[in-house]
């Protein structure tokens, strides 16, 4: 029987102390995973800039004035040659976000079509489109899509400051329909609002009371961006970080955890002690849509460093299977 979780659990996550927490959150990622590897994606823009929404932290944002370089949807033959360079680099799935709040219908034989040759190349695929109705997600579903990634972003008390052109709640029921049509769930939150422990506990129940906990949950840092609502916000503490990926961890057993924006503000060692408490995915690349990544030279020598091995998968008959790189 699935957990519900209560605020006061979480909170008392929260207050323990800092080893205390991790030998807990290490002992649950070891029931459930290889301690040793590490789950890779890479995430491409395939629209670049003039989003409709008023997401305070946003570059995308037509609201602000950043300097990203506006794109329209990107050629077919580019974004397959950026999935086959991402799978020649060790990533295992191509995800590949939309600055809209919805897709429209005229944009959807596109979508499926990049979808459907992808998986050709034996990889799995992720898509972050904003909103989309029932018809789409099948759509989408039909088309061998295996994850959506919509983000919560914070507590549904914080979110009203942050957001305004889309409800919690049109979030919510967005991840009803993703989970409906079949296709898995990517969905996590961003450290650095001006959140407090317990909206980072909110958040994180927010997601593990979902009727089933998503596969994949990552957890960004705020990248601060000149020209947004945000960019002087004050640094959320490293280990205040670190403890909301342990305490989710616990929650959320089962799911991949994923180490995502900001992670080039992070030191090695930071990044480790991340490792040590749950995280076993991350993306990989230069890019995060519009913010910068880690070298993949700099990635490669700290997995040697740590032993870790990555995670490939074979496509066979719509069945996934995992096995260690040797």
Known sequence: MKKIWKLEEVNILFQKPF??????????????????????????????????????????????????????LLDIAKVLKAAKKAKASGSNRFCMGAAWKNPQERDMPYLLNIVKEIKKMNMETCMTLGSVNKT??????????????????????????IVTTRTYQDRLQTLDIIRDSGIKICSGGILGLGENNTDRAELLMQLANLKKIPESVPINMLVKIKGTPMEKNENIDNIDFIKTIAVARIMMPTSYIRLS?????????MQTICFMAGVNSIFYGCKLLTTNNPNQSDDLRLFKKLGLQTKKINIKNAQIESVIQK
């Open 19 to 72: 080893l205390d927490l991790m030998f807990e959150a290490q002992k649950i990622h070891r029931k459930y995973f290889n301690p040793n590897e590490i789950q890779i994606s890479t995430l491409l823009s395939i629209k670049t800039g003039l989003c409709p929404e008023d997401c305070k932290y946003c570059a995308q944002s037509s609201r602000y004035k950043t300097n990203i370089k506006k794109e329209k």
């Open 136 to 161: 789409q997600a099948i759509q989408l579903a039909k088309a061998g899509l295996d994850f959506y990634n919509h983000n919560l972003d914070t507590s549904p008390r914080l979110y009203k400051k």
């Open 261 to 269: 924006a900001g992670r080039e503000n992070m030191s090695q060692n």
